[in-house]
């Protein structure tokens, strides 16, 4: 299993960034993908989630109406979109995959909001 991330960087608050992770090493379009973020001093948190073949989302408290995720099984790829970032946003982000109950992750992309 292997995940990569991409798209993080420098914005001004209230900008935009999406990021991308594509899968690869398992079936990606049976399998619930997730993001994640850590802040410097704070424990991993779940940002957002989506389901395989439905597709379904959820959110943590924090980003709702701000963030969305999605996906492109026929790339392999899971999207976050974020939109109206603030400096709270601050983190590295990482993808996520749960396979036969060991936890893969990649290896992460740096978010900064700041101006």
């Known amino acids: 299993v292997q995940l990569v991330e991409s798209g993080g960087g420098l914005v001004q608050p209230g900008g935009s960034l999406r990021l991308s992770c594509v899968g690869s090493?398992?079936?990606?379009?049976?399998?619930?993908m997730r993001w994640y973020r850590q802040a410097p001093g704070k424990e991993r948190e779940l940002v957002a989630a989506i389901a395989s073949a439905a597709g379904s989302t959820n959110y943590a408290d924090s980003v709702k109406g701000r963030f969305s995720i999605s996906r492109d099984n026929a790339k392999n790829t899971v999207y976050l979109q974020m939109n109206s970032l603030k400096p709270e946003d601050t983190a590295v982000y990482y993808c996520n995959v749960v396979r036969r109950s060991v936890n893969y992750w990649g290896q992460g992309t740096q978010v900064t909001v700041s101006s």
């Open positions: 090493g398992f079936p990606f379009s049976s399998y619930t």
